[in-house]
Antibody, heavy 118, light 112 residues
Framework: QVQLQESGPGLVKPSETLSLTCSVSGGSITAYYWSWIRQPPGKGLEWVGYISHSGGTSYIPSLKSRVTMSIDTSKNQFSLKLSSVTAADTAVYFC????????????WGQGILVTVSS | DIVMTQTPLSLSVTPGQPASISCKSSQSLLHSDGKTYLYWYLQRPGQPPQLLIY???NRFSGVPDRFSGSGSGTDFTLKISRAEAEDVGVYYCLQSIQLPLTFGGGTKVEIK
């Protein structure tokens, strides 16, 4: 059974960089695409971007200038960096795997709440 | 970006009764490969979303057959034939025909 686990600081100061890692267990990170999705408290879901096993990426245009995703196949992990954060970036951040056939998210992490505050 | 609009915003359902959620997209989700890239998720309280329906009408592994999806082009519907207590949560539609991937705003379902 594939499991995903987000990790990183739960509190980030405004203007600093949010850094999260998703650790994948129970399966290989290779041959799949991996996404980050976020959810502000009490609000809906927003796809942030994806990274492929080979490192190809696509980001939502509204965040593209501030987002970087990377993948470490040796550690079975992938990461999200979001720079110059503001309170609007406060959200639960989920990592998720793309189903190999259907293309959308089949396995998700439990999510990590990141609060942007001084 | 493709805008996904869900109605209603919330729904209260009696156990055993049907429920229906609508999702409309600002552009057709029918691809030239013949597939329609519309999906449904359920997010139970305190949980990550889980995939219910893929490509409009196909139930994902383990999803009860009381859930069904239908529609075409830009208009889609998720139906619960007989609501159960475990169906409470927020339902989201999602399109993947075009980047960025976009979700509907969600429909909150409560069971009376």
């Amino acid at each position: 059974q594939v499991q995903l686990q987000e990790s990183g600081p739960g509190l980030v100061k405004p203007s600093e960089t949010l850094s999260l890692t998703c650790s994948v267990s129970g399966g290989s990170i290779t041959a799949y695409y991996w996404s980050w999705i976020r959810q502000p408290p009490g609000k809906g879901l927003e796809w942030v971007g994806y990274i492929s096993h080979s490192g190809g990426t696509s980001y939502i245009p509204s965040l593209k200038s501030r987002v970087t995703m990377s993948i470490d196949t040796s550690k079975n992990q992938f990461s999200l960096k979001l720079s110059s954060v503001t309170a609007a970036d406060t959200a639960v951040y989920f990592c998720a795997r793309h189903h190999p056939s259907y293309g959308v998210f089949d396995y998700w992490g439990q999510g990590i709440l990141v609060t942007v505050s001084s | 970006d493709i805008v996904m609009t869900q109605t209603p915003l919330s729904l209260s359902v009696t156990p055993g009764q049907p429920a229906s959620i609508s999702c409309k997209s600002s552009q057709s989700l029918l691809h030239s490969d013949g597939k329609t890239y519309l999906y449904w998720y359920l997010q139970r309280p305190g949980q990550p979303p889980q995939l219910l329906i893929y490509e409009v009408s196909n139930r994902f592994s383990g999803v009860p057959d009381r859930f069904s999806g239908s529609g075409s082009g830009t208009d889609f519907t998720l139906k619960i034939s007989r609501a159960e207590a475990e169906d409470v949560g927020v339902y989201y539609c999602l399109q993947s025909i075009q980047l960025p991937l976009t979700f509907g705003g969600g429909t909150k379902v409560e069971i009376k």
